[in-house]
Nanobody
Framework: QVQLVESGGGLVQPGGSLRLSCAAS????????MGWFRQAPGKRREGVAC????????YYGDSVKGRFTISSDKANATVYLQMTSLGPEDTAVYYC??????????????????WGQGTQVTVSS
């Protein structure tokens, strides 16, 4: 059974950093696409950073390039999202997701099959 559990969210001041963690169980990270998505109030869910460990590819949304980094710890079945230079526009619920489809499109919300419960990130002074 695939399970994804996020942690690490919270309140941070503008310019600060946070690291989100996604503990995965029930599958091998090499065979699933993994990603971080976020949804702000009144907005659609969007792909933030995604990785396909099997293919060695990554994707970052334009708004986070150069500030966010996705990484995988396969030994501990955990995917991280390191976020730096945070601004109020980064405030959202952040979700970890996984896809086991061979034809999924990296970081496309509708192509991900499994989702965590989300963790709130609030950037405010």
């Amino acid at each position: 059974q695939v399970q994804l559990v996020e942690s690490g969210g919270g309140l941070v001041q503008p310019g600060g950093s946070l690291r989100l963690s996604c503990a995965a169980s029930g599958f091998n990270l090499d065979y699933f696409g993994m990603g971080w998505f976020r949804q702000a109030p009144g907005k659609r869910r969007e792909g933030v950073a995604c990785v396909d460990n099997g293919r060695g590819t990554t994707y970052y949304g334009d708004s986070v390039k150069g500030r966010f980094t996705i990484s995988s710890d396969k030994a501990n079945a955990t995917v991280y999202l390191q976020m730096t230079s945070l601004g109020p526009e980064d405030t959202a619920v952040y979700y970890c997701a996984a896809s086991d489809s061979l034809l999924y499109r990296l970081c496309l919300v509708s192509d991900y099959d499994y989702w965590g419960q989300g963790t709130q990130v609030t950037v405010s002074s």
